[in-house]
């Protein structure tokens, strides 16, 4: 934008301000979207202001809020429908609403029913019944009941950006026109200790990273390691979130008490970056093993480590093993995921192979690249 003078002063005197952005996400450690954001900024603040909002701060701190976003040109949500429910009702389209800038909105997972929820129209019955069935339902789902409205108001915008591909199919067969979707690649951190692959293997070293979460398999990991015929480890690196998934932690222990795994993996608990990357250094292989959705997160930091990955067949994983060449996709099934884990360890040229090619990805999908696509995305609708 240009910051126009007084008349008196001379033409040669307008100068350029720089672009100034709004990012609104979670100020707290225990979120993906949180540490996803700390890595974008780290590049968008090199090339513009940015003004950071936690989307609290609208109920909350209604005056700073409004005093924040007074002089910026763009406002950058980034959804995930917990974070804008308070005392259980939404206040996301009120926000919506209430903003007299450009928008856009990062929503990083899309579904627009939330996993382990059954859906409003499975309910059955007539009149009264159904009525109460009804009610019932939104009294125990508010969460629900908020997405599927901000879903219908196609999200009170249209500038969508979603990381993959078959995300944005996924919100045009929910309703959003294919013009209002951008798709910006998830950013791929560095490792800046990142090894080569070991020759040779003795012990190997396994491991997956991230938050403990209810979309990990952990049965499925532990009846499959305990088939290993070959010495290995497994490192959990990174910890549980107790608001977000309490059971997590202790579905991954009941899993290691009943194999009998205790003196083989071990949870490290959550880990800065200097420490996450130095363990994920001295890991062998990753394995990836969700259940139906995953952490773009996690698997960001296994590739920007160049680990071969061990993945099960899930959209995310399918979208990456087609772009990366550096994932092995498997079944849920134990033998399939021991015979796929046997046979890289015997395979140093191939794991050497599926190593570059997450580096390669890595180097051209960098939060330096995400941050230039942001970044020309800002500048377009700014100038509109």
């Known amino acids: 934008m240009w910051d126009i003078p007084p008349k008196k002063h001379k033409k040669w005197m307008i100068k350029t301000m720089p672009l100034s952005v709004a990012w609104i996400f979670p100020q707290k450690k225990e979120c993906g979207i949180a540490l996803y954001a700390k890595n974008a900024l780290a590049t968008l603040e090199r090339e513009c202001r940015v003004v950071v909002l936690d989307p609290l701060d609208f109920i909350h701190n209604k005056k700073q809020w409004i005093k924040a976003l007074h002089d910026v040109d763009v406002v950058h949500i980034n959804f995930e429908i917990s974070l804008f429910m308070y005392k259980e009702k939404e206040f996301f389209l009120a926000l919506i609403k209430s903003l007299r800038k450009p928008v856009c909105i990062t929503i990083h997972e899309v579904y627009d029913q939330i ?174 093993l969700f259940k139906s959705r995953s952490s773009s997160g996690s698997l960001a930091a296994a590739l920007g480590s160049g680990l071969p990955i061990v993945a099960s067949t899930i959209p995310l994983t399918k979208h990456l093993a087609e772009k990366t060449k550096s994932m092995v996709l498997v079944t849920h099934e134990p033998e399939k995921i021991m015979e796929t884990i046997v046979s890289l360890c015997k395979d140093y040229k191939v794991r050497t192979i599926l190593s570059s090619n997450a580096l390669s990805y890595g180097a051209t999908h960098s939060y330096q690249a995400m941050g230039n696509e942001l970044l020309s995305i800002y500048k377009h609708m700014g100038s509109v």
């Open 115 to 288: 996993p382990g929820i059954y859906s409003r129209t499975a309910l059955r019955g007539r009149g009264f019944v159904l009525w109460a069935k009804q009610k019932l339902y939104d009294y125990q789902h508010p969460a629900q009941v908020a997405l599927t409205s901000i879903v219908k108001h196609k999200f009170g915008c249209n500038n969508l950006i979603v990381h993959y591909d078959f995300q944005q199919g996924q919100l045009v067969n929910m309703g959003i026109p294919l013009q209002d979707i951008k798709v910006v690649a998830h950013g791929i951190p560095s490792n800046a200790v990142k090894k080569s692959p070991r020759n040779g293997i003795d012990v190997v070293r396994l491991g997956a990273v991230g938050f403990l979460t209810a979309t990990y398999d952990y049965d499925l990991l532990c009846r499959s390691l305990v088939l290993l015929d070959i010495p290995w480890t497994f490192t959990w690196i990174g910890g549980p979130r107790p608001k977000a998934d309490p059971q997590a932690q202790d579905k991954f222990i009941y899993a290691i008490k009943t194999h009998g795994l205790e003196d083989r993996i071990t949870i490290t608990g959550w880990q800065e970056d200097a420490n996450r990357d130095r363990q994920l250094s001295n890991l062998d292989i990753c394995v990836a």
